[in-house]
């Protein structure tokens, strides 16, 4: 899930893992939806109690089982259409509880018009820069990549909130006004790619 990790080195520690849970009967599914409501109970429940540096390391945890469901997935012999979109479901809920959970710390505990402004910045670009790539891969178009996937923003933003939380109050501002401003561009970025592709501009019958 992290592009910090390669494919293959997380795959042999998550491999066996995936294996061992699917024998003791747990689904990918399964896991998919324990690991959002758990990130989402953490980020509702820490984030807005001023607990960013614990909040931080189980957020990521949990945010973590990603990785599971996928090498259960592969133990089964491969995913299911309804646990693609189950993934990308679940993903859309948890980003958008952590992005609400720092705009009320921002409020709360920071007192910052401009750092609660900029998470919600976050939030809404998220779901936004996700839709976008679903709505072009729906219309036929190959998914455009940017500048800021899922793996970036959730690195940009836990950095931010876990340095904070251990006594660098800038930090939370750094990452999060930064991750506004590349979300912006990213949104932008893969509304032109689709815009330019072949066929974008054909009529459509009505």
Not at 80 to 95: K, Y
Not at 160 to 181: D, F, H, N
Request: hydrophobic share 50%; net charge positive.
């Amino acid at each position: 899930m992290v592009k910090l990790i390669t494919r293959s080195s997380a795959s042999r520690v998550t491999g066996p893992i995936g294996s061992w849970l699917v024998r003791r009967g747990l689904s990918p599914d399964a896991m998919t939806v324990i690991g959002t409501v758990l990130s989402v109970v953490s980020a509702l429940t820490l984030f807005t109690t001023d607990h960013l540096f614990v909040g931080t390391l189980l957020i990521w945890l949990f945010v973590m089982f990603d990785m599971l469901d996928g090498a259960m997935a592969r133990a089964q012999g491969g995913g299911t259409r309804f646990g693609a979109v189950l993934d990308a479901t679940c993903d859309r809920v948890t980003d958008g509880a952590i992005f609400a959970s720092l705009t009320w710390w921002a409020f709360t505990y920071a007192h910052s018009r401009p750092l609660a402004a900029a998470a919600l910045v976050c939030l809404i670009t998220s779901q936004v820069t996700s839709y976008a790539k679903a709505r072009a891969e729906a219309s036929g178009f190959a998914a455009p990549k940017g500048l800021i996937e899922r793996p970036s923003r959730l690195v940009i933003v836990l950095a931010g909130t876990g340095l904070t939380g251990l006594g660098l109050p800038w930090a939370v501002y750094v990452g999060t006004y930064v991750l506004a401003v590349g979300s912006v561009y990213t949104v932008v970025q893969r509304v032109l790619a689709v815009r330019n592709a072949e066929g974008a501009r054909d009529r459509i019958p009505l």
